[in-house]
């Protein structure tokens, strides 16, 4: 029964719980297409395009491409450690 009490008395906060329940959604599906490695290595062509046309100089390159390339290696330890079940 206290279940079912506590239940009642959270009622008003359902639209909240519920809200955040949709917020945690989206932070993770933005999470897994930010880590994913297949969205990083086309953005690492995409850059390789960009130095080789001009648009960037080679600071500007090396600077994006420490930041992808951690990126990629954050999403393959993460889809390693999915793998292992951990």
């Not at 029964?1 to 519920?18: D, K, Q, S």
């Not at 945690?24 to 930010?34: K, N």
């Not at 850059?47 to 390339?69: A, C, K």
């Amino acid at each position: 029964m206290a279940g079912l009490f506590g239940e009642i008395l959270l009622l008003p906060f359902a639209p909240v719980r519920g809200a955040g329940w949709v917020i945690e959604q989206v932070v993770r599906e933005a999470e897994r297409l930010y880590y994913d490695p297949a969205a990083v290595r086309a953005e690492l062509a995409q850059l390789e395009e960009r130095l080789e046309m001009g648009e960037i100089d080679e600071e500007e390159f090396d600077r994006v491409e420490d930041e992808l390339l951690d990126r990629l290696e954050i999403a393959l330890r993460r889809s390693t450690e999915t793998d292992q079940g951990t």
